[in-house]
């Protein structure tokens, strides 16, 4: 069993309490699977306002879900497609602050408003996307991005299939 101080008294110091759980967690476990599966359930407790955490793995050119924490998701997303899709053909964070006014966004759950969405590298091959959704509009902001951009630097390594 694990027990984690995360502290939120800043999203500095929450995303560093964070990045050592999670280091913690997936240090010594050489299964991807098993690593995104703790990785989305730790997200999914200790950041507030979520209806969603969770990865969608590059396999075979299109976007295929993996494990998560939430209701039930679209299982395949195409390269360049909805938010994901965008993220990871453009390798870029995309942050977004009212999902019904991104074109072509993906309704899984119809109770999301906002999204982060964060392409997953390693050896410069895109292994697929960290995917956070939340009920509030305009709930992500910079410091939520450069948060889990820090936290998939570092778990990338260990997410290679």
Same mark, same amino acid.
């Given at each position: 069993m694990y %027990? *984690? +101080?995360?502290? %939120?008294?800043?999203?500095?110091? $929450?995303? #560093?309490? &964070?990045l050592? %759980?999670?280091d !913690? $967690?997936?240090? +010594?476990? =050489? +299964?991807?699977?098993a690593n995104m599966a703790n990785a989305a359930? &730790? $997200? *999914?407790?200790? $950041? =507030?306002?979520?209806?969603?955490? @969770? *990865?969608?793995?590059?396999? #075979?050119d299109e976007l295929v879900l993996g494990p998560f924490q939430g209701k039930t998701a679209c299982i395949r997303i195409a390269m @360049?497609? @909805?938010?994901?899709?965008?993220?990871?053909?453009?390798?870029?964070?995309q942050l977004v602050a009212d999902? /019904? !006014? *991104?074109?072509? /966004?993906?309704?899984? +759950?119809a109770a999301s408003a906002s999204e982060l969405v964060v392409p997953i590298v390693g050896q410069g091959q895109l292994i697929g996307v960290l995917?956070?959704?939340?009920?509030?509009?305009?709930r992500f902001d910079a410091g939520d991005?450069? @948060?889990?951009?820090?936290?998939v630097r570092m778990l990338a390594p260990r997410l290679s299939l």
């Amino acid at each position: 069993m694990y %027990a *984690f +101080d995360i502290k %939120a008294e800043s999203k500095t110091e $929450l995303y #560093n309490d &964070l990045l050592s %759980a999670l280091d !913690a $967690l997936t240090a +010594d476990e =050489p +299964d991807p699977i098993a690593n995104m599966a703790n990785a989305a359930a &730790l $997200l *999914f407790e200790y $950041l =507030p306002d979520l209806n969603w955490a @969770g *990865f969608y793995r590059l396999i #075979n050119d299109e976007l295929v879900l993996g494990p998560f924490q939430g209701k039930t998701a679209c299982i395949r997303i195409a390269m @360049g497609k @909805g938010v994901c899709g965008t993220a990871a053909s453009t390798r870029e964070t995309q942050l977004v602050a009212d999902v /019904h !006014a *991104f074109p072509g /966004h993906i309704a899984c +759950d119809a109770a999301s408003a906002s999204e982060l969405v964060v392409p997953i590298v390693g050896q410069g091959q895109l292994i697929g996307v960290l995917d956070l959704d939340s009920p509030t509009p305009g709930r992500f902001d910079a410091g939520d991005a450069a @948060g889990c951009e820090m936290l998939v630097r570092m778990l990338a390594p260990r997410l290679s299939l």
